[in-house]
């Protein structure tokens, strides 16, 4: 009896236990409803509607700023500032030397940012995009020289660039001015450049305000060169460096194709410009000024016994005679870490009739 009773004890204490706990767990619920009050309140005011478009509208600029962030990556990164008009690194008149010594892999570590024989300026956006063409033909040495000054001489000007050496296949009489067409055409290949420096390999820049940038008018480069005591070999003349637009070239149907040998191919130019009403301008004197390399005339580049015919004709010929018509065949395009060589067949002159 006394163990029944004892027992009878302890259910209702257990009773009493579960009671109690189950009073603690609704002072708990309460407490908690309590502490979500304000949160609530704030909630009360929007509709569940309203919750979801909040919800909504925060997932939207979630994904509006992972696109954001996909675009940045994507796009390019933002443009630079314009190069200045005049650019801080130019030195003016410089002291040019000829190194019996010098190799091109010297000139190579010298230029380490030229990359195929192309360069941007890092800090700022180029004024311009300039190609420079070359003809070239056994005068490797010249054009190591040219490469030594011109590259840095290029990038104190602050412009973008590449050197393209146009190197005629063969032994058939040289071409300069038909070297140039295909200079153009396999340039414009490769990138939309904006103006082109026509550029003998052995004419070497003395002075870097003498700026590769084209100018509303075809542009003369040469006044004056060591070899004519600096002066300007007469009004007209057009040869050595010159630079044209491509709209400009472009509108003079740029070079004939057919003069074979030395001589006239810059005077025809020259014609083609002023027959399309254009004026020919040059820097200041003391500022287009060339050394050239000592040379002599070059085996397969005899001079042009037609080239006074050929003259007086080129306002009929112009039209047919030029980039609509050169035909030529590309043997290789090799970009070494200087220059772009584009090795050409050109041909041979046609046979007189
Ligand atoms: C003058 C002109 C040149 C051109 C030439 C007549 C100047 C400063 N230059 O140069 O622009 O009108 O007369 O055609 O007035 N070349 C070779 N390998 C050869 C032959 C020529 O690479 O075998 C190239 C080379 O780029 C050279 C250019 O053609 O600089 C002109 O030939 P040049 O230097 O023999 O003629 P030059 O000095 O009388
Ligand atoms: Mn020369």
């Given at each position: 009896?006394?163990?029944?009773?004892?027992?009878?004890?302890?259910?209702?204490?257990?009773?009493?236990?579960?009671?109690?706990?189950?009073?603690?767990?609704?002072?708990?619920?309460?407490?908690?409803?309590?502490?979500?009050?304000?949160?609530?309140?704030?909630?009360?005011?929007?509709?569940?509607?309203?919750?979801?478009?909040?919800?909504?509208?925060?997932?939207?600029?979630?994904?509006?700023?992972?696109?954001?962030?996909?675009?940045?990556?994507?796009?390019?990164?933002?443009?630079?500032?314009?190069?200045?008009?005049?650019?801080?690194?130019?030195?003016?008149?410089?002291?040019?030397?000829?190194?019996?010594?010098?190799?091109?892999?010297?000139?190579?570590?010298?230029?380490?940012?030229?990359?195929?024989?192309?360069?941007?300026?890092?800090?700022?956006?180029?004024?311009?995009?300039?190609?420079?063409l070359i003809p070239h033909r056994n005068?490797?040495?010249?054009?190591?020289?040219?490469?030594?000054?011109?590259?840095?001489?290029?990038?104190?000007?602050?412009?973008?660039?590449?050197?393209y050496v146009i190197h005629q296949a063969g032994d058939a009489t040289f071409n300069r001015a038909k070297l140039l067409n295909v200079g153009y055409l396999e340039a414009?290949k490769?990138?939309?450049?904006?103006?082109?420096?026509?550029?003998?390999?052995?004419?070497?820049?003395?002075?870097?305000?003498?700026?590769?940038?084209?100018?509303?008018?075809?542009?003369?480069?040469?006044?004056?060169?060591?070899?004519?005591?600096?002066?300007?070999?007469?009004?007209?003349?057009?040869?050595?460096?010159?630079?044209?637009?491509?709209?400009?070239?472009?509108?003079?149907?740029g070079f004939?194709n057919s003069y074979w040998g030395?001589?006239?191919?810059?005077?025809?130019?020259?014609?083609?410009?002023?027959?399309?009403?254009?004026?020919?301008?040059?820097?200041?004197?003391?500022?287009?000024?060339?050394?050239?390399?000592?040379?002599?005339?070059?085996?397969g580049n005899?001079?042009?016994?037609?080239?006074?015919?050929?003259?007086?004709?080129?306002?009929?010929?112009?039209?047919?005679?030029?980039l609509?018509s050169c035909s030529y065949k590309v043997m290789s395009v090799h970009?070494?870490?200087?220059?772009i060589n584009v090795t050409v067949d050109i041909g041979q002159p046609e046979q007189?009739?």
């Amino acid at each position: 009896m006394a163990v029944f009773s004892s027992m009878l004890k302890i259910i209702r204490k257990g009773k009493c236990l579960f009671l109690l706990l189950l009073c603690l767990c609704v002072v708990a619920w309460i407490a908690t409803f309590s502490n979500d009050g304000p949160v609530k309140s704030v909630q009360e005011g929007s509709s569940p509607l309203d919750g979801q478009h909040a919800e909504g509208f925060h997932r939207l600029e979630l994904e509006s700023e992972m696109v954001q962030s996909i675009e940045e990556r994507v796009e390019e990164p933002p443009t630079k500032e314009s190069c200045p008009e005049n650019s801080p690194l130019l030195r003016g008149s410089l002291k040019l030397t000829f190194e019996p010594s010098l190799t091109l892999e010297q000139v190579e570590i010298e230029n380490a940012e030229v990359v195929e024989g192309q360069y941007k300026p890092s800090d700022c956006t180029a004024r311009q995009s300039v190609a420079i063409l070359i003809p070239h033909r056994n005068r490797e040495k010249h054009l190591l020289y040219l490469l030594y000054h011109l590259h840095p001489f290029l990038q104190r000007q602050q412009l973008h660039y590449a050197v393209y050496v146009i190197h005629q296949a063969g032994d058939a009489t040289f071409n300069r001015a038909k070297l140039l067409n295909v200079g153009y055409l396999e340039a414009l290949k490769d990138y939309n450049w904006d103006c082109f420096i026509f550029h003998d390999v052995d004419l070497v820049p003395e002075n870097d305000h003498n700026l590769y940038m084209c100018a509303k008018q075809p542009k003369h480069l040469v006044v004056g060169r060591n070899s004519t005591g600096y002066k300007l070999r007469y009004k007209g003349y057009f040869g050595g460096v010159s630079a044209m637009t491509k709209d400009q070239f472009h509108k003079v149907n740029g070079f004939p194709n057919s003069y074979w040998g030395w001589g006239g191919e810059d005077d025809d130019l020259r014609i083609r410009v002023q027959l399309q009403k254009m004026a020919i301008v040059r820097p200041p004197p003391e500022v287009a000024r060339y050394t050239m390399v000592f040379h002599n005339r070059d085996s397969g580049n005899q001079v042009n016994k037609d080239r006074m015919q050929l003259l007086r004709r080129t306002h009929q010929t112009w039209k047919n005679d030029g980039l609509n018509s050169c035909s030529y065949k590309v043997m290789s395009v090799h970009r070494a870490p200087l220059y772009i060589n584009v090795t050409v067949d050109i041909g041979q002159p046609e046979q007189a009739h």
